[in-house]
């Protein structure tokens, strides 16, 4: 490292550094100049892992100092570190990205937050399902405290869900869907916990759905099955309701032996 480097990082330590009585009775150290001189060390460093280092450093410099002003220049130090982390240690670059998060919710930026809990999602769902669930549940929380942010709350359900479904989670996507407001949620709640051996229903249907039911309870297999198609044939249905529909057909197969 060169002679300037090392200068910038001696006086951005003496910035941070409170001062010794009775200088501390007037001065305060300068948490934002300091952070700062950080961040330009970290562009300035050519190795990695330097790089990394300052970042780090500057976020926590940012950080002593309880501001939004502060909040907000420590995510971008943490948004900084997972770029430069992505495509070296995934594990790494998950942690500064949700610590750029949790910044971002502290001054009330919910939407930007629950996108960043989105993409850690997106991440994570094919390495860890558990835990892409548990950002997409972040995600929902943040997209909660932001009343312009309904479409994106309900996008966060619907991650969940896929992955619930892909799982064969099948109490999880019934929890998922009570909180979805779309078309045949409530007949999709009353299809997965017939697959759960129960029947103790309390959404009310329409005729067709509620008819869907009565088959699925005391008609066989195969016409259980055909039912299930038929209906999803004849109407206009979401995505992510045709797959429950496609998981409830799959597990009805004489092979999985659910009946």
Do not use: W
Not at 63 to 68: F, G, I, Q, S, Y
Not at 143 to 149: I, R, T
Not at 225 to 248: V, W, Y
């Amino acid at each position: 490292m060169s002679p300037e480097l090392q200068k910038k990082i001696t006086k951005a330590e003496k910035l941070r550094t409170k001062a010794a009585f009775p200088l501390s009775l007037i001065t305060e150290p300068d948490y934002v100049e300091a952070g700062d001189l950080y961040c330009e060390i970290a562009r300035e460093c050519s190795d990695l892992e330097d790089k990394i280092k300052f970042y780090n450093e500057a976020a926590i410099t940012f950080l002593r100092k309880k501001a939004e002003y502060n909040e907000y220049r420590a995510s971008e130090c943490y948004k900084k570190l997972f770029e430069l982390l992505v495509n070296q240690d995934v594990t790494a670059a998950v942690e500064n990205y949700i610590k750029y998060c949790e910044c971002l919710e502290r001054i009330e930026k919910y939407m930007l937050a629950g996108q960043g809990y989105t993409k850690i999602g997106d991440i994570l769902e094919e390495i860890d399902g558990k835990r892409a669930i548990e950002m997409y549940r972040k995600a929902q929380d943040a997209y909660s405290k932001d009343y312009s942010c309904p479409m994106h709350y309900k996008e966060a359900v619907q991650k969940c869900l896929t992955i619930q479904i892909k799982g064969q989670d099948i109490e999880g996507a019934i929890e998922s869907l009570k909180m979805l407001d779309i078309e045949f949620s409530k007949l999709c709640i009353q299809i997965l916990t017939l697959l759960l051996g129960k029947t103790n229903f309390e959404e009310d249907l329409k005729k067709d759905e509620s008819e869907l039911i009565m088959t699925l309870l005391n008609k066989d297999r195969d016409t259980s099955i055909e039912s299930l198609r038929q209906f999803k044939e004849k109407n206009f249905i979401n995505p992510i309701i045709s797959k429950i529909f496609d998981f409830a057909i799959d597990r009805l197969q004489p092979e999985n032996d659910i009946c």
